[in-house]
């Protein structure tokens, strides 16, 4: 049995504790699935996924989460991420990123379009 509600061990494998708490209370709070298409990534990985030298998933402090696409459910998504405590919230075309790193600004949301 996993040690999360909602996730595997396998989806939240080298992801940071405090982030995965956050993710389980949204998964709670949103009632529908939250899908992670990224999660820590080594060098290669977040190459390759177009990451940025100082990615936050690098340290497993970031998630990429499938966009839903059913009525509202990308922005009941984007609430649920902020109430569960996110305050560093990337909101791309296919994909959000959200992140937890203490070492970056919050209290923040940003704008992109997904690549992968
Ligand atoms: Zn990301």
């Known amino acids: ?10 989806e939240s494998k080298g992801l940071d504790y405090g982030l ?3 993710l389980d209370m949204a ?17 290669e990985q977040n190459a390759n996924a177009g990451g940025t030298k100082e990615s936050s998933h690098l340290k497993g402090l970031a998630v990429d989460l499938r966009a839903p696409t059913g009525q ?6 984007i609430w ?4 569960a405590g996110f305050t ?22 940003w704008f992109g379009e997904s690549h992968a």
């Open 80 to 83: 649920a991420l902020g109430r």
């Open 27 to 43: 998964r709670d709070l949103c009632g529908f699935p939250i899908v992670i298409t990224s999660g820590r990534r080594d060098e």
């Open 20 to 22: 995965m708490v956050r």
């Open 1 to 10: 049995m996993s040690k999360w509600k909602w996730f595997s061990d396998e």
């Open 88 to 109: 560093r919230m990337g909101l791309y075309t296919r994909h959000l990123h959200a992140d937890c790193d203490p070492d970056k600004a919050h209290d923040i949301v």
């Open 72 to 77: 509202n459910e990308r922005e009941k998504m």
